[in-house]
């Protein structure tokens, strides 16, 4: 099946620890997204990419960082810098282009315990 | 900078009445318009997208919505809702860059759409 896989589903850090989620694609797409959502809040973009080896800021980089070697891959690391990592993380791979839509996983639920 | 504002975070509708919900959105240049649905505990599914020409867009689950550049708008309308529609809505922009980059995709803080029987 064609999609993007996010994994774990659930995941508990300690607090001082770094932790990263996984986010892989079999859509071809070029363009990969990592928000955060909190209640309230909606979406907030964290990291995008889109081409290899190439990432930008979103709203919200402090705290995490991202690696895009390759096509299929964007893994997105929560740091200990990260001041409150509790939130529900999705990720999102778009062909590129201005004018396509985005493709969502189902998202991972950190937990800081 | 582009941002998306959805004025309700929640509407409320009876089932068989029409819905509307709100987006309005500011960017540079022209936009590209979105719209997204989300289930509890679950990634967004795509509804819908606005590029250019016609202004009523039609998308999945006979939802449809309305561009409206003088307004800055793109209300997410259905004319018949459904129980099963209850979920949280999100509308997201993405600037024209001009260069065939893809750019940033920056949603709304949602609407949480109540459809009681």
């Known amino acids: 099946d064609g999609g993007i896989t996010q994994s774990p589903k659930y995941l508990f850090r300690k607090e001082g620890q770094n932790v990263t989620l996984s986010c892989e694609q079999n859509?071809?797409?070029?363009?990969m997204y990592w928000y955060r959502q909190d209640p309230g809040q909606g979406l907030r973009l964290i990291y995008y990419?889109?081409?290899?080896?190439?990432?930008q800021k979103g709203d919200i980089a402090e705290g995490y960082s991202v690696s895009r070697e390759k096509k299929e891959s964007f893994p997105l690391t929560v740091t200990s810098a990260q001041k409150n990592p509790t939130a529900f993380y999705l990720c999102?791979?778009?062909?590129?282009?201005?004018?396509?839509?985005?493709?969502f996983g189902q998202g991972t639920r950190l937990t800081v315990v | 900078a582009q941002s998306v504002a959805q004025p309700e975070d929640q509407v409320n509708v009876a089932e068989g009445n029409p819905l509307t919900v709100k987006c309005t959105y500011s960017?540079?240049?022209?936009?590209?318009l979105f719209w997204y649905v989300q289930y509890p505990n679950r990634g967004l599914q795509f509804l819908l997208k606005?590029?250019?020409?016609?202004?009523l867009v039609k998308g999945s689950y006979g939802f449809e919505a309305e561009f409206n550049k003088s307004q800055t708008s793109f209300h997410l309308k259905k004319p018949s809702a459904l129980v099963s529609d209850s979920a949280l809505y999100f509308c997201?922009?993405?600037?024209?860059?001009?260069?065939?980059?893809?750019?940033?995709?920056?949603f709304g803080q949602g609407t949480t759409l109540q459809v009681k029987p």
């Open positions: 999102a791979s778009s062909h590129r282009g201005e004018n396509t839509e985005a493709f």
């Open positions: 960017v540079s240049g022209n936009p590209y």
């Open positions: 997201a922009v993405r600037a024209s860059q001009g260069s065939g980059n893809t750019g940033k995709l920056i």
């Open positions: 859509l071809n797409h070029d363009a």
């Open positions: 606005y590029i250019t020409g016609d202004n």
């Open positions: 990419s889109q081409i290899v080896n190439d990432f």
